[in-house]
């Protein structure tokens, strides 16, 4: 069974800050299939990184993703006060498709 | 652009099948495989299953035996059956575009499942 495991569980930053949010699969992601959303209070999920490293259409220059194999993570340069969220990884490179439990990213 | 608007009923009694459509537009259901995730009220998101236009289906190892995913290709819209739901089931269910990452999603809608 593939499990993604996010860290930290919540992070507690203030605007302008860098941060960095770890995803580690118990299996190696194959080809980089491994993906990133930001999902806010009532509404959808909102991809911001594919393929490990590829921002989405419309994503701010500010989100980076990084890594391979079984390690992983999204980095934020500057910390907008709409970055304050939930954030999920996914891998998609079998079925069935997993996501990862979520960091908690709050206003400190 | 496309937009997927999901739809069904909010309340499922116990023991009873959940039912759900999404319907698409700005791209033809013919296109792309189409993805069911859902979201417990406070938890994460979990992937239930993906259909092809084809009408291949991939489903969650944990619901294979109570979940069907189907299409319409002539109303451009795909559906979710689960059946034999408990509270457990309760959740906001999306769908969402594609089999790996998911660019375009509908809104979600909340099903609980109560008598």
């Known amino acids: 069974e593939n499990v993604l495991t996010q860290s930290p569980g919540t992070l507690s930053l203030s605007p302008g800050e860098r941060t960095t949010l770890s995803c580690r699969a118990n299996q190696s992601v194959s080809n980089n299939y491994l993906a990133w959303y930001q999902q806010k209070p009532g509404q959808a999920p909102r991809l911001l990184i594919y393929g490990a490293s590829s921002r989405a259409t419309g994503i701010p220059d500010r989100f980076s993703g990084s890594g391979s194999g079984t390690d992983f993570t999204l980095t934020i340069s500057r910390l907008d006060p709409e970055d304050f969220a939930m954030y999920y990884c996914q891998r998609y490179d079998n079925s069935p498709v997993t996501f990862g439990q979520g960091t908690r990213l709050e206003i400190k | 652009q496309v937009q997927l608007q999901e739809s069904g009923p909010g309340l499922v009694k116990p023991s009873e099948t959940l039912s759900l459509t999404c319907t698409v537009s700005?791209?033809?259901?013919?296109?792309?495989?189409w993805t069911w995730v859902r979201q417990p009220p406070g938890k994460g998101l979990e992937w239930l299953g993906n259909?092809?236009?084809?009408?291949?289906?991939n489903y969650s190892p944990s619901l294979k035996s109570r979940v069907t995913l189907s299409l319409d290709t002539s109303k451009n819209q795909f559906s979710l059956n689960l059946n034999s739901v408990t509270a457990a089931d309760t959740a906001v269910y999306y769908c969402?575009?594609?089999?790996?990452?998911?660019?375009?999603w509908g809104q979600g809608t909340l099903v609980t499942v109560s008598s």
């Open positions: 969402a575009r594609g089999s790996g990452w998911h660019l375009s």
């Open positions: 700005g791209a033809s259901i013919s296109s792309s495989y």
């Open positions: 259909i092809y236009y084809s009408g291949r289906t």
